[in-house]
């Protein structure tokens, strides 16, 4: 009977943005609207910050940051761990009397099946390419590098006779610890997972579940993870979670968690100002500072740290024929490699407004980088130049580009940006008004895309033109440097850009532990790429904050940028209100 009628409290919370009289919310709920989906719930398959968001709330993993740190790790579902063999082994002590959400009690069995499944999947939407590359020295699976066998997984993780976890490595791996971090590295629940039809975690089924995609897996829709928080249910516009009874930690300060999924920000705004929302997805700097700031019930916390770069992605080769008009150049359309010519990246680089974006959307609190790196990262160099408005500029790039032809001829381009984000439409109005303004010629047209749809689509090569972000799976600046900028790296496929200088310095700097060495590579890769001109960089804002003032737990002092869910820089556990 109490779970009947809690589902109902909650399913009248997750209305709650059509009611205009709803009270706010009580104290233990919490409510979030975004403006977007969540592509899945399963960890092998978590890849994006709002699946992250969901899932570092209702499953664990071994490791986590220790408070505000983005470098120093603390135990979570480990008690200890030891490292020997010359920095190669690593033998993890796990948690005793630890409960998944379905009963069942946490074994090294289950932390065991979860690697070897990460490993063994490895699909191309995943992060664990990033772990593969640590404990088989490649960030392939076994379907593209034949090399890899079941007995190589099988050997990388193991629980030896006293109950421990064991990984060893090919090589030393500085980053490792901060890698087991990531929410997709949490431990699932073995037997349950076996149960509803997932992998059965021996060697007979293991070729059948090679590079599969796990994004709609059975786990995603049926989670069974260690965490505070439990799925209650989801649907296409919310998701309810309540806290579990059975956590082996401190029991939440609040129970039940709705996220919604609101895609208009006014209907969000009006939302939180009544207080029918906790959090929102607030749409940037300039909507909390000029709706938001100052108003009743508001808490707006301010000059917290960015780690996340974001880019327009100019793709050199556009796998999907639907997508480029007539397939020419001839005003209509574009050919497949249109961004190959480096005169149009040029010219595209020089056509955005970059103080425009700072004053408009980060309301001139932004900074212009000059690397796909966070600047508080080792390895960023400022000194790298970077590309200015400058309309002149850009006609004389457009000019010059595919012999002339591009200014004679003109072009169609559709351009994506995530459905319901206010700083990415705004930017792609930006350029699309300056690239216009140079020729009649010349068209952009510009689309909302659901979130989900416009990842999968990406990495399939199949947008021409999208704005994407990168926010850090660990510290390190190679997380970033080779995921945008590598041919082997996991935003390659988005932009097709390659370049086999930068290819070898970015392999040079992961083989050295010379602080030195790594950040001059890194220097050389920056400025590589502002010559090349793959993307084009959008200038970083400064970190703000708003939540209702009967929220407690997010601050400066607290906040962790690794943490995904809504910019918070906490877990939910950690929340409560007044």
């Avoid at 480990?78 to 993890?92: E, L, P, R, V």
């Avoid at 397939?327 to 497949?336: C, S, T």
């Avoid at 580009?401 to 994506?416: C, D, E, L, P, Y």
């Avoid at 040079?508 to 010559?531: H, M, P």
Wanted: charged share 20%; glycine share 8%; aromatic share 10%.
């Amino acid at each position: 009977m109490k779970k009947v009628a809690l589902l109902s409290s909650l399913l009248l919370a997750a209305a709650a943005v059509t009611s205009t009289a709803q009270a706010a919310v009580a104290r233990d709920t919490l409510v979030v609207q975004w403006a977007n989906d969540v592509p899945t719930m399963d960890p092998a398959a978590t890849y994006d910050t709002a699946s992250g968001a969901i899932v570092e709330n209702i499953y664990e993993t071994l490791v986590t940051y220790r408070g505000a740190s983005i470098r120093d790790l603390e135990p979570l579902l480990a008690t200890k761990w030891a490292i020997s063999n010359g920095g190669k082994t690593y033998t993890f002590d796990l948690r005793k009397n630890v409960k998944f959400h379905s009963g069942n009690t946490m074994t090294c069995a289950d932390a065991e099946y979860t690697y070897e499944r990460n490993l063994v999947t490895n699909a191309a939407e995943s992060g664990n390419w990033f772990f593969a590359e640590s404990l088989l020295g490649t960030g392939a699976n076994a379907n593209d590098d034949k090399t890899i066998t079941w007995a190589r997984i099988d050997r990388a993780v193991e629980c030896n006779r006293a109950g421990q976890l064991v990984f060893t490595l090919p090589k030393v791996d500085p980053a490792f610890l901060s890698k087991m971090a990531y929410a997709g590295q949490s431990v699932v629940d073995r037997q349950h997972a076996i149960k509803i039809g997932e992998w059965k975690g021996t060697e007979a089924d293991w070729k059948n579940w090679i590079g599969k995609d796990l994004q709609g897996s059975k786990l995603s829709a049926q989670p069974s993870g260690t965490g505070a928080y439990r799925l209650v249910r989801k649907d296409a516009n919310a998701i309810l979670a309540q806290a579990f009874a059975g956590y082996w930690g401190k029991k939440p300060a609040i129970t039940n968690i709705v996220i919604q999924k609101v895609p208009e920000l006014a209907a969000r705004q009006q939302a939180f100002l009544r207080g029918d929302a906790d959090l929102i997805e607030t749409g940037g700097r300039a909507n909390i500072e000029e709706q938001l700031k100052g108003k009743p019930g508001v808490v707006v916390v301010d000059n917290l740290p960015n780690t996340v770069a974001s880019a327009f992605f100019m793709n050199q080769n556009i796998k999907d024929a639907s997508r480029l008009g007539s397939g020419k150049l001839d005003g209509r359309g574009i050919p497949a490699n249109f961004f190959s010519d480096v005169n149009v990246r040029r010219a595209f680089a020089n056509s955005f407004n970059y103080a425009q974006y700072i004053r408009d959307v980060q309301n001139g609190k932004g900074k212009q980088r000059t690397m796909l790196l966070p600047d508080s990262f080792p390895g960023y160099d400022s000194k790298v130049k970077t590309y200015k408005y400058d309309a002149k500029q850009a006609e004389a790039y457009f000019k010059r580009a595919w012999g002339g032809n591009v200014w004679k001829n003109g072009f169609t381009i559709n351009a994506s940006y995530r459905a319901g984000n206010v700083a990415s439409q705004t930017a792609m109005e930006i350029l699309k008004k300056n690239v216009e303004a140079l020729n009649p010629k010349f068209r952009v047209n510009i689309q909302p895309k659901e979130w989900s749809a416009m990842l999968n689509d990406s990495k399939a090569g199949k947008e021409p033109m999208i704005i994407i972000g990168w926010a850090p799976d660990y510290a390190d600046a190679d997380n970033f440097m080779y995921t945008f900028y590598s041919s082997n790296g996991y935003y390659f496929p988005r932009a097709n850009w390659k370049d086999a200088q930068v290819d070898k310095w970015l392999e040079q700097a992961r083989t050295t532990t010379n602080a030195a060495t790594r950040n001059r590579l890194y220097s050389l890769v920056g400025q590589r790429a502002y010559e090349q001109s793959p993307f084009i960089l959008i200038p970083a804002g400064i970190g703000i904050i708003a939540h209702r003032n009967n929220l407690v737990g997010v601050s400066a002092r607290a906040y962790n940028p690794m943490t995904s869910f809504s910019d918070t820089g906490t877990f939910w556990k950690d929340l409560s209100k007044r």
